[in-house]
């Protein structure tokens, strides 16, 4: 089944770059859906079906934080799994956004098999399994 | 703290040019202005991103504009004919802030920091801290023949 992704990034490089990783590491993706910051994020949630986020955590108007704070009170979104890109990865940042929900953390800089090993375990549970199972997934970054 | 700030600045530098962007770096001692330490023969941009915490200050990297197309291009898989100068800014910035990311988690209490966004700097903000008694911690980069620099400006 081909899923949809919503890559949320300040950086319009960054998402390029994350965008080519993830075709290129053969998921089978439906399309690939953009947004600079938490805000325009929320819009295409509303709009667009996705089955999974990533997101930045620093970025301007609504930072990733506050994006899956605000996903994780809408029944609608709460169940779409969030996986954090981000040079943010302290302790507190990590325990955070895996309190709101976040399923896994790619820390910035990274290398390609990261976003595959953190992909392939959120999509073999989650996806195939029609989006039923929300606390089960578990990447090796938590 | 000085010694450790340059420590940390030179491991989150080479972790990120060298793993993101493919670029090779060398560090040398120094001690000149930067404004020296980069050839006039060669046209600069930069980026500047704040921090705040316990201490609070901002980042900067300076890279030949010839430089940032190639790391840009390595970057997203182009061309460097392909690569625009909106893409050649977000990449620079991008370097910026995963460096500045990397830099804050290996201090000893990163929860307490904050990043800023990333600004792209014209070659006249390259003066930046002239004048202003504030301290630097200035990094002299070498790679593939350039000159490149970065530093922390504590406020």
Redesign the interface.
Known sequence: MAFNVLIVD?????R??IK?IIKVSGFNVGCFLEAGDGEEALKVLEDEWVDLVLSDI???NMNGMELISRMSENEMLRSIPVVMV????????VTKSKKLGAVGYI?????PEDIKITLSSIMGEEINDERDNDDEYETGDF | MRETMTMNMKQAIS??LE??FFLPVQFVENECPVREWLPRSQVYTGATLGFSGPVSGSYYLLIPVAMAKEI?AN???LSEEEVNE??ES??V??AL??I???M??LVDK??GYQ?G?PEIISEAGFDMNADTGKKENVIYIEAEGNHLAAGIILN
């Open positions: 300040d950086s319009s490089s960054m390029a770059v080519k620093n970025m301007p981000t040079t943010e990865a302290s302790d507190e940042k820390k910035k800089p990274f290398l | 972790n990120v793993l993101m840009t970057f997203l898989g909106a893409q977000d990449t910035k991008e802030n995963m500045g990311g990397h804050l988690s990163p929860d990043l966004i």
